[in-house]
């Protein structure tokens, strides 16, 4: 599985109710359109200081897929058809942006595909150089709580997050030496 992240925030004269309501109104309209290969789309307002955030309010849409076909299919049903209108209005009232392109850990069983809805934390990890692969995944997958976590990966440095990202229902202890970022997501 794979998700596109899109990290973006309004124009300062754009209030917040009506950027709400843009996102709510494409996103029920991406559902509506059900692209190949696309599973579900969340939109999240992100609390917390990033580099790659450029505004207040900041949000990320979570937008999940099978594989990597399936983001043309996603990629097309955007701009088009009952997407058209709703992507245009956000487009418009939208200031800038940024896309990450996400991996879930190959570990993950479907028992522990992402509930997106649950999610309320996003924390970025950088594995440090030295440390091997599996090493690092042996340290996330011992995290109290993992069993209510995802893993996800940045696939081709495609995007300005660290490389690693958990999404949880709550807030992870984390050792120093994976450089923690937490972001707190609450979905709209």
Known sequence: MLAYVFWHW????VSTAEYEQFQRAFHAALA???PGGFVSSLTFRVAG?????????????????????????LNVAAVSGVCEAPHAHIAQAMSAGAGSLLALHSDATPARAPRLPAVRHATWLTKPRDMPYATF???????????????????M???????FGLLAPHILQLPASLQPLTLTLNPI
């Open 157 to 163: 440095v495609l995007g300005p997050t660290p490389e």
């Open 32 to 34: 509506q359109s059900e």
């Open 10 to 13: 309004p124009k300062p004269d």
């Open 137 to 155: 995944y042996a340290t996330t997958a011992r995290l109290p709580g993992a069993d209510q976590t995802t893993l996800w990966r940045r696939q």
């Open 49 to 73: 200081q990033a580099p790659w955030l450029g505004g207040t309010p900041a949000y990320a849409d979570w937008y999940l897929v099978d594989d990597s076909a399936a983001l043309d299919a």
